[in-house]
T-cell receptor, first 114, second 111 residues
């Protein structure tokens, strides 16, 4: 099992450009999450999905959109990138809704917006 | 709302020293509590968890006990190694579908 993979690993964008980050998991997990990690801020939840075809807003959803067309994939889109979106982005997945459930994380995507 | 507060770092220790990283929480109900670890250049991975009061989670020599009376879940290890250098996140399961993470504590272990 590859677990959770993220593409790309690193990207540089200019302000106003768009891009899509791809997250894939091969564990048949229902739940998937997108976080951003910034110095001194910990992890903040952007959007999440509780199953194929569903999405929901997290703590910091503005400027991002997501789609979950297939159970194994969760896409994060930036329509018009801003320097404030410079961050490290992590995708995670978990099997089901359960307060005991562990989240499995991908290796991260480092995004720099100039 | 629910929240997690953990000690700010960085924490610097010598190899074989005793480690404590403090974590306290605010929550309604009975959340599960977690410690995640992030090694340099990697994503987070679960270190240990506890699902009810007085439970002790343990893994790789690390331990943490779910203390409801003090709303705490402090991480401890008796003898740290250089390979334990990482960022440690305390977290709790929120109502609904999410986990709330603390801001992280960076740990440096000197040989």
């Amino acid at each position: 099992n590859a677990g959770v993979t993220q593409t790309p690993k690193f990207r540089v964008l200019k302000t106003g450009q768009s891009m899509t980050l791809l997250c894939a998991q091969d564990m048949n997990h229902e739940y998937m999450y997108w976080y951003r990690q910034d110095p001194g801020m910990g992890l903040r939840l952007i959007h999440y999905s509780v199953g194929e075809g569903t999405t929901a807003k997290g703590e910091v959803p503005d400027g991002y959109n997501v789609s979950r067309l297939k159970k194994q994939n969760f896409l994060l889109g930036l329509e018009s990138a801003a320097p404030s979106q410079t961050s490290v982005y992590f995708c995670a997945s978990s099997y089901a809704r359960d307060t005991q459930e562990t989240q499995y994380f991908g290796p991260g995507t480092r995004l720099l917006v100039l | 709302g629910n929240s997690v507060t953990q000690m700010e770092g960085p924490v610097t220790l010598s190899e074989e020293a005793f480690l404590t990283i403090n974590c306290t929480y605010t929550a309604t109900g009975y959340p599960s509590l977690f410690w995640y670890v992030q090694y340099p250049g990697e994503g987070l991975q679960l270190l240990l968890k506890a699902t009810k009061a007085d439970d002790k989670g343990s893994n790789k020599g690390f331990e943490a006990t779910y203390r409801k009376e003090t709303t705490s879940f402090h991480l401890e290890k008796g003898s740290v190694q250089v390979s334990d250098s990482a960022v440690y996140f305390c977290a709790l399961s929120d109502t609904g579908d999410k986990i709330i993470f603390g801001k992280g504590t960076r740990l440096h272990i000197l040989p």
